[in-house]
Structure formats: C-alpha cells, structure tokens
C-alpha cells in the first residue's frame, strides 16, 4: 500500500493512463457519436461518460470506507480479491482480439454517456478491485479513494474529449493499433495485479 499521496500518485497515474488508452465500450460510444452526429456530440458524451466514471468511484469511496471502519479484514480480503480480479482481467484482455464495438444510440449525447457508463456492472466491480489498491489511509479511506476516483474521471474526460475531438483520425489509429493497446493494457493489468497480490499476502503473513 502506497506511504504517501504521492507514492500513490505515482504508482496510480501510469496504471490508470494503460487502462484508459485501451479500446473498449465507453470509447467506441464517443467515437461513434463524434462521427456519426459531430464532435461536439462527442465532446458531450465524454463528459456524460466521464460523470458515470465518477458516479461509480463515488459509491466505491463510500463503501469501501465503511467496509474498512466496520472490518479491515474484509477490507483486507476485498484488496486481495481485487488483485485477483485485475490479473483476470489482464488474461482476458490479452485473449481478445475483436474490436470491441457499439452503435451511436440516438438521445442526449451527455445523458447517454451516463447511462452507458453507469448502467454497467463491470465498471462498479472494476473500480471496487482497483481503488483500494492505491489507498493513502494518512488521508482516510474514503477521501483518499474519492481523490483517485475524481483524478481517474478527469483522465477519462482529457482522452475521450481527445477522441471525439479527433473523432476521423482516431478511428483510424484505433483500428491500426487496437491489438497493440489492448496488448500493453493486459500486460499492466497483469503486472498490477500480480505486483499486488504479493504485496497484500506478504503484509498479511507479517
């Protein structure tokens, strides 16, 4: 677990960048919104993405700090099984080879970014196994992992806004580097994951 905010500043900025660069749902969502209905379309879904992005680290920071007050055990368990779960999700990472794709919905770009971001699971339960990894408990849990939170949203808003922006020359680097990017975001997912997991087993045998 990271000393200082920025021990886990450093450790939290490059694994969060590797993630985000990745091609996935949120991403195509804008792109497909930037091309099909313009960039300030594009630019409006990122920010609703990016606010579904802070929704979930919210609930996150909210309980995961009352798991830590009521049973840092469990807290304990919750960052192991996070650790877990990032490996896995490296394995599957490296595994997939299509392009990840989505349909530029019709409605309100903004409030369609929400709705994709908030509405799925996955997104919760990443944010729930890749938070408590960067804690700073001198800052208490709860505002420690908000901070990392908000700090990841706005990393999503700066790159999607990027990709609606760029919305034509994007689509192409996408489709030219995707296995590329979704080769470096298993990698470190992998690495994190591992990295971690040793990390929490050698706290918890001392």
């Not at 901070?147 to 996408?174: D, I, K, M, P």
Request: glycine residues 10%; contains cysteine.
């Amino acid at each position: 677990m990271p000393g200082t905010a920025l021990d886990a500043l450093a450790l939290f900025l490059p694994a969060a960048v590797a993630l985000i660069l990745t091609p996935g749902p949120d991403t195509m969502f804008v792109l497909s919104q930037g091309i099909d209905r313009g960039r300030a379309a594009g630019v409006r879904s990122a920010a609703g993405v990016s606010t579904g992005v802070l929704v979930h680290a919210t609930l996150a920071a909210v309980g995961l700090s009352v798991l830590v007050r009521e049973s840092p055990l469990a807290y304990a368990l919750v960052k192991l099984a996070g650790a877990a779960y990032l490996v896995f999700l490296g394995i599957r990472t490296l595994r997939t080879r299509e392009r990840v794709e989505t349909d530029a919905e019709t409605g309100r770009p903004y409030a369609r970014g929400v709705l994709v971001n908030v509405l799925n699971p996955k997104v919760a339960l990443f944010f729930l196994a890749f938070l408590p990894q960067f804690a700073v408990p001198a800052l208490g849990t709860r505002t420690s992992l908000f901070a990392l939170g908000a700090t990841y949203a706005l990393l999503t808003l700066c790159y999607l806004s990027a990709v609606a922006l760029l919305s034509g020359r994007a689509g192409e680097v996408l489709d030219a580097n995707a296995a590329r990017l979704r080769a470096a975001s298993g990698v470190a997912l992998l690495a994190l994951g591992g990295w971690l997991a040793v990390e929490g087993w050698s706290a918890w045998l001392v």
